[in-house]
Structures are given as C-alpha cells and as structure tokens.
C-alpha cells in the first residue's frame, strides 16, 4: 500500500516534460491522475486528460469540475503549467508581459480557487506550485520569467497562510534549469541556443541540468500524505544553484 493509494491529483500542463513526469509518478505511487493542457492526446495510461487553458477561468472552471465529478473528488493539486520568456526589460512589451504573469501567476489562482472547494472535502489537501530558482537569483535576460516566479513565491506563502486551518497544505519547488521541451524552445530564442544549453548545464554545480524526475521526486514530498507538517515550504531542485559556490575546475595542461 502507498500513502497515495485512493488519492486523486490534477497536474496542470501535464501533457509534457516536468508535469508529464510528475503525472506518471503519481499514478505509479497509486493516485488517479487528470492531466489538464491545451492539448491531451497521446497520453500514456492511466493518465486521464482533460483540456483546459489555464489563460480562462471559464475553462479551467468546467474543467476541474469534470475531474471532481468523474472521480468523485480532488486530494492533489500540481500547478506546474508555465511559460518563458527571454530578455530585459527594454525587450518586451506590455503583451508578453500580461501574458506570462496571466499564465504563471494568474493562471495558478484560477486553477487553485477551482480546485479549493474539493480539497476542503478532502483529509489529505495538497497544492504544490512550480517556481523556480529565478524566484531569489538574477538570471539573465530573465526579466519577466523571474518576476513571475518571484510572484509564485510569494503567492505560495500567502496560500499556504490562507488555508493551514482549512486542511490544506501549500509549497513550492523551485527547480534549477530542467532539461525539458519547455527549455528547448526557450533555448531557441537565443543567437547560439548550443553555447547557451552549454553555460545552462554548467551553471549547475553538478554540471548538468536537473531531469524532470528528479523534480518530481520533490513535488510527491510534498505532496504525500506522510509530509503532514510541511506547508509554507519553497524546496529547491536546483544542482546546487542557490547555495553552491564551486571553484572552477583545473585547467587541464
């Protein structure tokens, strides 16, 4: 038996990278899975889609009412749909700005206040937001992405304070440089994507970029049923980003 077994969890944008993975490792702990994004075809079972654009409250509304009410309730909520964007801000316009934070931030609390209502029914409420080390680093040409994420912090810990008594737990984790799709097309905005993927593994302490399974290694901690105590937690995935200051490696003569 698995704490998660009887669970049910919504991972948004979960049709790929860190959220498909998060998907596939909660059902393997025992969870049904409902994987909200704009498109859910291909997905592996026993994961279950359901198209929703985080964008619209209209969609994210019927579509976490259709997860309730297929399953019979919501235990589980992974925020994890988000978007990049790349430059300073001389570089973008108000358009991309009012996108991303519509996406990364606002979109968060559309699908939260959706999900609230049934993870008051539940006896093992859990929401996990996806952050990132760009919340508390200055990366560059990050301007936007960051101020999202810095938003995302923020908006875990107002969350978390909001609903202790009600049951419902609230973190966050914050990952380092993930190797995923969603990196791949941030990668191509650059002049020499090859030469930016090389400084984005080596930023890393490890020297690589974290995998998508390794973040959600995290987001089941917290997520589980058995981490009762940790609410109001940002856990950071990160390589060693954060806290790390390696020396250079050897010149090799």
Known sequence: ???????????????????????????????????????????????V?????????????AAVEAVGERFGGIDILVNNAGISAVGTVEENGDDEWLRVLNINVVGMARVS???LPWLRKSSCASIVNLCSIGALNGLPQRAIYNSSKGAVLSLTYAMATDHVREGIRVNCVSPGTVSTPFVDR?????????AERA??????????????EEVAGAILYL?????????GTALEVDGGVHNLRVRPRPAES
């Open 1 to 47: 038996m698995s704490e998660f077994d009887g669970t049910v969890a919504i991972v948004t944008g979960g049709a790929s990278g860190i959220g498909l993975a998060t998907a596939k490792a909660l059902a393997a702990a025992g969870s049904q899975v409902a994987v909200l994004d704009l498109t859910v075809e291909g997905l592996p079972e026993p994961l």
């Open 223 to 231: 997520a589980s049923p058995l981490s009762a105590s940790t609410t």
């Open 49 to 61: 889609g359901f198209v929703a654009d985080v964008s619209d409250r209209a969609s994210v509304d």
């Open 186 to 194: 941030m990668l191509a905005k650059f002049e020499d994507p090859v």
């Open 199 to 212: 400084a984005l593994d080596a930023r890393q302490a490890t020297g690589r970029m974290v995998t998508p």
């Open 113 to 115: 206040a959706a999900a």
